[in-house]
Nanobody, 117 residues
Framework: QVQLVESGGGLVQAGGSLRLSCAAS????????MGWYRQAPGKQREWVAT???????NYADSVKGRFTISRDNAKNMVYLQMNSLKPEDTAVYYC???????????WGQGTQVTVSS
């Protein structure tokens, strides 16, 4: 059982930065891959980034070079540093624990990121 709480979203102008945080509990955090997803209005939820238990990372092409996923196992936290934000990054951002590369936990509240032109 996994509980996930996202935070750090907000309103930012294009070109700005935000750092999202995800607090995870209810599982052995350090052995799990974690991922960030986002869902924009009228669109399906899409995968953004993954970090494995060994701290390897992967990114969607749309965010590669701009976003950085990281984790702090001692704190049961995963982060998403978002730089050079674009209006098309506007979405509710969610984190989740991954099993076999798929989101496994219940979806949390998400955190709203709005990037203005």
């Amino acid at each position: 059982q996994v509980q996930l709480v996202e935070s750090g979203g907000g309103l930012v102008q294009a070109g700005g930065s935000l750092r999202l945080s995800c607090a995870a509990s209810g599982s052995i955090f350090s052995v799990n891959a974690m991922g960030w997803y986002r869902q924009a209005p009228g669109k399906q939820r899409e995968w953004v980034a993954t970090i494995t238990s060994g701290h390897s990372t992967n990114y969607a092409d749309s965010v590669k070079g701009r976003f950085t996923i990281s984790r702090d196992n001692a704190k049961n936290m995963v982060y998403l540093q978002m730089n050079s934000l674009k209006p098309e990054d506007t979405a509710v951002y969610y984190c989740n624990i991954l099993r076999g590369g798929r989101p496994y936990g219940s979806w949390g509240q998400g955190t709203q990121v709005t990037v203005s032109s």
